[in-house]
Structure formats: C-alpha cells, structure tokens
C-alpha cells in the first residue's frame, strides 16, 4: 500500500506531501523506506513508478502482534536479506528464536531498526538505484519472476530467490557454501517449508528487470554473509537448480 501511496502523492498535482505509516512488517522494513515507489504493470513486477520521500515515516511495531504467521514471514524475508548482504547480526538473532518469539516486542524493535539500518545505508550512497543500492535486489531478481507467476507471497517468493541466486553465485565460484546453509538453516529454525517442485524462471518476465542491459542482468551476489556486491552475468544463467 505504501507503494501505491507513494506512486499516487507523486503524480497528484504534480506531487504532494504524503506520511507512511506502514501496518505489516514488510512495508515497515522494506517498502515504506527510501522513497522508491512502483505498481506492478501489464503481468509483470513493479513497471510503473518513481521516487517520492514521504515526510516521515512512522513505524508503530504494535501493529505485528496481529499480523498471522505469512506476513511475518513476508517482513522477515526482508530482514534475512537484510542481513545477508550487511549485518550479520540480524542473523544470529533470528538463528535463536522462533517464529512466535520473534514477535515479542524488544526483539522483534530491534530487527527492524536494524533492518530499517541497513536499507538506509544503500540509499544515501544511491538514492536513485542506478549502482550499489541495488544490492537490495538479492533475492528479487528470481524472487519477481516466481512471485506473480506462481501467485506467491512476496516473502515466500523472496526466500527462494535468494537460495537460488546463492546457488547462481556458487556455480559462479563467487559465493560461499557458508552463507546457503546459514539461510537454509534460519528457514528450517523458523519452520518456513518450500513447495519448490515444478517452478521455472520466466525469463520473459526477467527481460523487464531494470538491470537488463541486452542479453546481461547485474545481480546482486553475497561472497560472505555480510558481505555483497553487484555482477554481471548472461541471463541464460538464471535458471532453478535443486539441491
């Protein structure tokens, strides 16, 4: 909702002032922040948009207790991304805890500010995602492509996209093994169950990625958990593999 908020404040008379007040984890970690807005378009993943910074922000984490076992999962997606490509911290946090205990409000404060952390950071290097803000991306890239097809949730589809850009980055020889089994080991302690069999990457969809540029994509690739950065590929590399 936060997009479509933001998307509309900014055509609106040429633009008008708007506040977020995001009420699911998702928007409060991730769409609410940085003034990136986009409404999906003719099938395909967020094809019409621009930048808009609200006002403020005011994130009121009293929301959660409400919110059932996939949204929490959909914000937690965000936050897991979060500290794959940046702060580790994140993820030992969420390794010693379940789903439910995660929603105790001091622990769960904490994971978004320092999730809300890590996306601020990106965004005062590159407002405008045209370089390393979109190391944010990880995980969207194939996440998008799964996400519509198979009308799954956007954290579901995220969390699978990220296992297979982590596997694209192995094959590769740019990511270490290290940083799959600590993701597959947090969507195990969380109780998070993939129904992967049959899923396919549409490329077609891919080919309306922003990051194309003729036959190659930037992705966004971890080496170290903590630690990431953006590579050029051929698309034809972005296929599912199992295992």
């Given at each position: 909702?936060?997009?479509?908020?933001?998307?509309?404040?900014?055509?609106?008379?040429?633009?008008?002032?708007?506040?977020?007040?995001?009420?699911?984890?998702?928007?409060?970690?991730?769409?609410?922040?940085?003034?990136?807005?986009?409404?999906?378009?003719?099938?395909?993943?967020?094809?019409?948009?621009?930048?808009?910074?609200?006002?403020?922000?005011?994130?009121?984490?009293?929301?959660?207790?409400?919110?059932?076992?996939?949204?929490?999962?959909?914000?937690?997606?965000?936050?897991?991304?979060?500290?794959?490509?940046?702060?580790?911290?994140?993820?030992?946090?969420?390794?010693?805890?379940?789903i439910d205990e995660?929603?105790?409000?001091l622990l769960m404060?904490?994971?978004?500010?320092?999730?809300?952390?890590?996306?601020?950071?990106?965004?005062?290097?590159?407002?405008?995602?045209?370089?390393?803000?979109?190391?944010?991306?990880?995980?969207?890239?194939?996440?998008?492509?799964?996400?519509?097809?198979?009308?799954?949730?956007?954290?579901?589809?995220?969390?699978?996209?990220?296992l297979e850009e982590?596997?694209?980055?192995?094959?590769?020889?740019?990511?270490?093994?290290?940083?799959?089994?600590?993701?597959?080991?947090?969507?195990?302690?969380?109780?998070?169950?993939?129904?992967?069999?049959?899923?396919?990457?549409?490329?077609?969809?891919?080919?309306?990625?922003?990051?194309?540029?003729?036959?190659?994509?930037?992705?966004?690739?971890?080496?170290?958990?903590?630690?990431?950065?953006?590579?050029?590929?051929?698309?034809?590399?972005?296929?599912?593999?199992?295992?």
């Open positions: 909702m936060s997009d479509l908020v933001g998307f509309a404040s900014s055509i609106y008379q040429r633009g008008i002032s708007y506040i977020n007040i995001p009420s699911t984890l998702l928007s409060q970690v991730d769409a609410s922040i940085g003034g990136k807005t986009a409404i999906n378009f003719s099938g395909y993943k967020n094809q019409v948009g621009s930048f808009c910074e609200p006002l403020a922000t005011v994130i009121d984490d009293r929301f959660i207790k409400d919110l059932s076992k996939e949204q929490i999962i959909d914000g937690l997606a965000e936050i897991i991304k979060a500290g794959l490509v940046k702060d580790p911290d994140i993820l030992e946090t969420i390794k010693t805890h379940n995660l929603k105790e409000p404060r904490g994971l978004i500010h320092k999730s809300i952390k890590v996306k601020e950071y990106f965004v005062e290097k590159d407002p405008r995602d045209v370089g390393i803000r979109q190391i944010l991306n990880f995980g969207h890239t194939i996440g998008h492509a799964l996400e519509l097809k198979y009308s799954l949730s956007h954290g579901q589809a995220v969390l699978i996209g990220m982590l596997k694209i980055g192995e094959r590769l020889g740019l990511t270490s093994l290290e940083v799959r089994k600590c993701l597959e080991e947090i969507t195990k302690k969380l109780g998070i169950v993939f129904d992967e069999l049959g899923l396919e990457v549409d490329l077609k969809s891919i080919m309306h990625d922003k990051k194309i540029f003729k036959d190659k994509i930037v992705l966004p690739v971890v080496r170290r958990i903590g630690e990431a950065e953006l590579v050029e590929i051929e698309v034809k590399k972005l296929t599912l593999t199992k295992g």
